[in-house]
């Protein structure tokens, strides 16, 4: 065995979905089914269900873990859960469906790069199953795989199951989307989620698993659009007075002798030595920390970005796509503090520009944002930020806005604004 | 020591990293951001495996400079004393500052009750924990917590926000976009960083492995007179003898998780090499917690209600 040797290849994705849909009770059969779960954990589960009379054996109790949620039988906010299978690793967040709590759905689809929108096939494609849909889109999740949820209520029937086929090709072809894949289930007997099931005779499609184990892992909208980004996280000072700057590898490969920007400076260099403690490497690779030698012995600082061509913009004015999760309303005028990548400044709301109607995907003129809204602001920052479109990589794109007094955050936000495409006539 | 994967010739560089290296490089990241943006930064040690592969991602992400904070072991009293000689090597070898804060100076100042000779301590070490943080002034405590532990564990964020009164509120999480890590409190707030929250207990055990770090040598098979305690396997010691018509029974075990002697369970084992652990966990039945921890065979949600007072 050699483990060490292995590379595994990872797939992160979220559940998505409106509220008792069934989202917690499909993790909760993928993971049985999949046999993820110790006799302990599933013992555990078990005890919980008959002690709150829910049966036998409530699925949804595998990630609804909080004493509240198994109260009110609603999931709360992510549970994270690891499965792997012979050919991949899952990171999975099960997100929380009520719209009360989209900051926390917004925080488990951040990461993911596919979405298992889970619907109810009684009940079709709801305003929050929409919602959460264009959230995940515009956090830029690029592959969608819908569990039409609950088939054995509606008595494995064709016709419900084609409606939410159409509805979802038309909402995936507004979000630029391609091929999603909509999978008959019913999470509760497991059909269709891990093994194949006889109820639908019609459909020769994969199962929920089968689905997930052809997605391609990453793939994220923006790969290969923009050069090395290298937000400078710290300054490692060597006992021999070197400096070198650490952070992560984003956007591109950064190598020896890579010719690079230090912005916002604007500060030409050259990437002398490229390592980790383990010693040098050749290349690193999007996702990895390191620390990087300059030529010249260019000073830098933490806040600072390293980038090669093709090179981020450098600007204290910026057109944003924001989640809003306040229960203020967000106001022209207001200020934050901002958080983007490694460097913190100040901001003020311009203007808030419009807002998100996820019904229609349209955007409609509003000069305030409520609670869980989505919208577009206009936003000036006391110091220059080093930004690339959302769309064009997400670690570069995005920001948070920060609550001065109480440190909470209020938004997630992202570059530029969302593009739709046209309804179908 | 592995080298990155190699790009395959005459091909672009792939943008894929290894999964040990991807969680090793996000846990370096979040290490470094919490040492960047708090102001008195502590690393909780408590001689267990994820401690060990907590401290070496920190001396890692820092290297070849000092560790920027101190490290913090909360003792419980209850101790195998392999783990406290292994904790101050560790401690020096990393050339890191070793703050032992004693739950036996807590009940000796009267701050908690004395749950008895031979009684669990690990409930009130939280007000042990909360003391020293208070009287240290630490902003940001990282532990070795992952999410496949428990399922109170699994809806944690990685920068968990305590307020000043120590608490955890499950309802009241901060969002964590994207990789902003956003630490910053107020004065008697703290965090938690868990920089291992997307670690599985496999995933602990090959990267032990691949960088080979040391651990207490209770985590390998060794022979130790133990007591079946509702099948539990609890080592004799001062603090545990038969009661009833228990016997003490002399046992080839190992730890799979490391925690006061009193309530940390041993289980059968004959791995003494890390593959063979390997091989051993990766078939096993039961979760490390279930197999190990009496402590949370109490109630459904017994880490979630220790938690939200203050616990790890």
Not at chain 1, 61 to 75: K, P, S, Y
Not at chain 1, 235 to 262: C, F, I, N, S
Not at chain 1, 372 to 393: E, Q
Request: hydrophobic fraction near 40%.
């Amino acid at each position: 065995m050699a483990p060490q040797t292995q590379v595994m290849d990872l797939l992160r994705f979220a559940t998505v979905g409106s509220v008792d849909d069934g989202k917690s009770t499909l993790i909760g059969r993928l993971l049985v089914d999949t046999r993820q779960l110790f006799d302990d954990q599933l013992e555990a589960v078990a005890h919980a269900s008959v002690t709150r009379g829910v049966g036998d054996l409530d699925l949804s109790f595998v990630t609804d873990g909080l004493r509240a949620e198994r109260e009110q039988g609603i999931t709360i906010d992510v549970a994270y859960r690891y499965a792997a299978t012979p050919t991949r690793k899952f990171i999975i967040a099960d997100c929380p469906g009520h719209v009360q709590y989209t900051r926390n759905m917004a925080t488990g689809a951040s990461t993911a790069d596919l979405a298992l929108v889970v619907v109810d096939a009684t009940a079709g494609l709801k305003e929050q199953t929409r919602r959460h849909v264009c959230i995940a889109a515009l956090l830029g999740v690029r592959r969608l795989i819908v569990a039409a949820n609950k088939m054995d209520l509606a008595e494995w029937a064709r016709d419900p199951f084609d409606a939410i086929v159409t509805d979802v090709e038309q909402l995936a072809a507004r979000l630029g989307i391609d091929n999603p894949i909509v999978v008959p289930v019913s999470a509760l007997n497991g059909d269709n989620v891990v093994d194949p099931s006889d109820a639908a005779p019609w459909y020769d499609g994969p199962t929920v698993l089968g689905a997930l184990e052809a997605a391609p892992a990453g793939g994220w909208a923006g790969e290969g659009k923009v050069g090395a980004r290298l937000p400078v996280q710290w300054v490692l000072r060597h006992p021999t007075g070197k400096r070198t700057y650490a952070g992560m590898v984003d956007g591109a490969p950064l190598a020896p002798g890579d010719e690079v920007m230090l912005l916002p400076e604007g500060i030409r260099t050259t990437v002398r030595r490229v390592a980790t403690a383990d010693g040098d490497l050749a290349v690193a690779p999007v996702g990895r920390c390191v620390d990087v030698d300059l030529a010249d012995d260019t000073p830098a600082g933490r806040g600072d970005m390293l980038a090669t061509a093709p090179l981020p913009e450098v600007t204290d004015r910026l057109v944003a796509t924001v989640c809003w999760f306040g229960e203020e309303p967000l106001t022209t005028g207001q200020r934050f503090r901002v958080k983007h990548t490694t460097r913190s400044t100040i901001g003020f709301v311009e203007h808030v520009d419009a807002r998100v109607d996820v019904n229609n995907l349209t955007l409609e003129d509003r000069d305030y944002l409520e609670a869980n809204d989505i919208g577009v602001v206009t936003i000036s920052t006391a110091d220059p930020l080093v930004v690339d479109p959302y769309g064009h990589n997400r670690i570069t794109g995005s920001f948070v806005l920060v609550d001065e007094r109480t440190n909470a955050t209020l938004a997630g936000a992202m570059v530029g604004a969302p593009s739709f495409a046209a309804p179908q006539p | 020591m592995t080298p990155t994967t190699p790009a395959p010739e005459g091909t672009a560089v792939p943008s894929r990293v290894d999964h040990l290296d991807l969680l090793e490089s996000l846990a370096i990241f979040i290490i470094r951001e919490v040492a960047a943006e708090c102001e008195r930064p502590v690393l909780l040690f408590s001689g267990g495996k994820d401690s060990a592969v907590l401290l070496h991602l920190a001396v890692k992400a820092f290297a070849p400079a000092r560790l920027p904070f101190p490290v913090m072991h909360i003792d419980t009293g209850h101790n195998f004393p392999e783990v406290i000689d292994y904790r101050d090597r560790q401690a020096e070898a990393a050339g890191a500052r070793l703050v032992v804060a004693s739950v036996q100076a807590s009940i000796d100042a009267g701050r908690v009750m004395d749950p008895g000779e031979g009684a669990s301590r690990n409930r009130i070490q939280s007000t042990t924990l909360l003391d020293a943080i208070n009287e240290h002034k630490f902003d940001a405590a990282f532990g070795g917590a992952r999410r496949d532990e428990d399922k109170a564990r699994a809806k944690e964020r990685v920068l968990s926000f305590r307020d000043r009164f120590g608490r955890w509120d499950p309802r009241r999480q901060r969002p964590e976009l994207w990789q902003l890590y956003q630490g910053k409190v107020n004065p008697g707030e703290h965090l938690r960083a868990f920089p291992l929250s997307d670690w599985t207990e496999l995933d602990i055990w090959q990267y032990i492995e691949r960088e080979r770090i040391e651990l207490p040598t209770i985590y390998f098979a060794h022979d130790r007179d133990v007591i079946n305690r509702e099948g539990m396997l609890l080592a004799a010691s001062q603090w545990v003898s038969p009661k009833g018509d228990e016997v003490v029974e002399r046992m080839t075990v190992r730890y799979r998780t490391v925690g006061d002697a009193t309530l940390t369970g041993a289980v059968v084992s004959s791995a003494t090499t890390i593959t063979a652990i390997i091989e051993e966990i990766s078939t096993a039945r039961v979760s490390e917690r279930g197999a190990t921890r009496g402590d949370d065979k109490f109630s459904e949600t017994a880490m979630e209600d220790r938690k939200r007072e203050g616990y790890f």
